[in-house]
């Protein structure tokens, strides 16, 4: 890919998180593909069985799913809303750089959930510290240089338009 086969413009904050939202929509299948092997294999019975291992698991089949598709350009969301994670030079991810995003995109939750973690509270009030921490989080790329996510920053990527593909009529 040269610089000129995308632009250097961010998409807007709305845009991205729309691709977020369908992002995670997307995700609910993966979670039925993985929960359903990790049960099969593991014999668990009961969801509550073998949580933390299935978290985990979760966690790298995640990995998996957005390294590939990252160093690819795209997930199916991201295409959708025409979106593409290149390098801050404009060039495709590496599987370590993309490895290197998917760890730092967990500063979307981690803080939150590590807030909520020594207070009893309440699913209701889990979810809007979650929410609220999500907002702040997503609010905070205003402030960056390049409208960029900050774990975009941290990460030497960023998120671009990507060029809509011609369609050609016979």
Same mark, same amino acid.
């Given at each position: 890919?040269?610089?000129?086969?995308?632009?250097?413009?961010?998409?807007? &904050?709305?845009?991205?998180? /729309?691709?977020?939202? =369908?992002?995670?929509?997307? !995700?609910?299948? @993966?979670?039925?593909? #993985?929960?359903?092997?990790?049960?099969?294999?593991?014999?668990?019975?009961?969801?509550?069985?073998?949580?933390?291992?299935?978290?985990?698991?979760?966690?790298?089949?995640?990995?998996?799913?957005?390294?590939?598709?990252?160093?690819?350009?795209?997930?199916?969301?991201?295409?959708?809303?025409?979106?593409?994670?290149?390098?801050?030079?404009?060039?495709? &991810?590496?599987?370590?750089? /993309?490895?290197?995003? =998917?760890?730092?995109?967990? !500063?979307?939750? @981690?803080?939150?959930? #590590?807030?909520?973690?020594?207070?009893?509270?309440?699913?209701?009030?889990?979810?809007?510290?979650?929410?609220?921490?999500?907002?702040?989080?997503?609010?905070?790329?205003?402030?960056?240089?390049?409208?960029?996510?900050?774990?975009?920053?941290?990460?030497?990527?960023?998120?671009?338009?990507?060029?809509?593909?011609?369609?050609?009529?016979?």
């Amino acid at each position: 890919m040269t610089t000129s086969d995308h632009s250097f413009i961010a998409p807007s &904050l709305s845009r991205r998180m /729309a691709c977020w939202m =369908y992002e995670g929509t997307l !995700l609910f299948g @993966v979670v039925f593909i #993985a929960g359903y092997l990790f049960g099969t294999l593991s014999q668990t019975r009961n969801a509550l069985d073998n949580r933390n291992a299935l978290q985990g698991f979760l966690f790298v089949v995640f990995g998996i799913y957005f390294v590939w598709l990252w160093s690819k350009g795209q997930t199916l969301a991201m295409k959708t809303w025409h979106i593409k994670v290149v390098d801050r030079h404009g060039q495709p &991810l590496t599987q370590a750089r /993309a490895l290197l995003r =998917y760890v730092l995109s967990w !500063l979307w939750f @981690v803080p939150a959930l #590590a807030s909520i973690a020594p207070f009893r509270l309440s699913p209701v009030q889990s979810s809007v510290v979650i929410l609220g921490w999500v907002a702040i989080w997503a609010v905070s790329s205003r402030f960056h240089s390049q409208r960029q996510f900050w774990h975009d920053a941290m990460a030497g990527t960023r998120l671009v338009v990507a060029n809509k593909p011609s369609t050609a009529r016979a």
